[in-house]
């Protein structure tokens, strides 16, 4: 039976917090004894203090890390060992789902009819997959010349680092843990200081699936701080990160500076998505581009903020995504009714707001443009849509991760080509088209990791994910997703 409203205030007001990170398989308190207040962004009640970890908490991370990779007893077991903990994990992580879907709702505003939907049971079934996949891996041997074997086999790197996004705190965390723990490596991961709370879960629920301790450890605080040194720290191997372009770029710059850890890394984005006047559901099209646009507050990397349509259907369907915008309508992210939840802050709203109020000054808004106050929160904006704004226009340029979409007509399909790779992002574009011809040619010049062709922002455990350009390099998801955390290794055996 669906949970109700009252239902998940109950489970909400009955969960525990705790801010603590968790090194070596036991949770500590961080050596500064500092502590972040984190506030519920929708409500403004205090949650936990997340404590303040510092470059002593990250170097115990990694050299519990480090301990546990030369032990052994999860970097050389084998691959079937490693299958069934993970099974194990999944299984657990399913039985604790609503605690999972409420840590991230709280932390970080979004509705919990999402979060408990998807995010929580996909990140379980992502284990479950990494789990199957490794033990279905193969190694090598190549041809060499008579008298020599040559084998070459998939090595873990050591101790990965991973810094975590807040717009998918638990999704993210596991798309890098799951392919990396099922390699053989050893995790230390800074979750976001915004939303703690279901990566300090996952720490705890390994454990109990008999993950040894160390294998899986984690450090609060923030990026600045703790992020920056695990960035740094020399006996860090590789490191994962989703998050902002500008924050890519300092990691880069400290694995240069330190021991050239290797890097993958999802950074920001601004898709297109271009509809043409031959698509054959234009009203689909649009009920797709706002889910595309709004779903997850606009909080999304790869989310569809360019929408650039056909100018003989451009009204048309103007008019059907303002209608199919009002779907996402916010409300409290614990009402199973609510379109939308709230952003991760009021700061961060403000930032988002402001970039409206200008988008209204210098253009045109057709939709949304208000920022109503909900249950005495100020973080919480109405999906909006922008039209007449220059090509140079923040909202065009910017990765604004809000509710905040432009439409702009086209007239050629070159043009329409142009304008979408007139980004320095290549993560994800879409586009609409009842011609087979026109799918085949545009999606071939989409400057883009992911092009989606009648649908947006589409993908799965299967396909790789990642991007171009700015957008970062290095994929998550898929089987792909391996090859980040392991290396070729070659032994050469002569013997006549």
Known sequence: MPRSHEDWRAAAAALVFDGRPVIGGARVAAASGRTIEKTNPATGEVLSQIHDCDETDVDAAVAAARAAFEAGEWSRAGAGFRRERLLEFARLMEARADEFALYDTLDMGKPVRESRAIDAPGSAALYRFYGEAIEKAEDLIPVTPPGSTALVTREPLGVIGVIVAWNYPLEIATWKLAPALAAGNTVVVKPPVEASHSTLLLAEVALEAGIPAGVLNVVTGRGSVAGKALALHEDVDMLAFTGSTEVAKQLQQYAGQ??????????????????????????????????????????VCSANSRIFVERSVYAEFLGLYAEAAAAYAPGDPLDPATGTGSLVSEK????????????????TIVAGGTRPEINGSRAFIAPTIVTDVAPDHEVHTREIFGPVAVVTPFDTEEEAIARANETPYGLAASLWTGSLARAHRVSSRLVAGTVSVNTVDALGFTTPFGGFKQSGFGRDLSVH???NYTDYKTTWMQWG
């Open 258 to 299: 330190s021991n050239m850890k290797r890097l993958a890394l999802e950074a920001g984005g601004k898709s297109a998505n271009l509809i043409f006047a031959d698509c054959d559901d234009l009203k689909l099209a649009a009920e797709k581009a706002a889910f595309g646009s709004f779903y997850n507050q606009g909080e």
């Open 348 to 363: 961060h709203a403000d930032s988002v707001w402001a970039t409206i109020e200008n988008a209204r000054r210098d253009g």
């Open 481 to 483: 997703a391996l090859e």
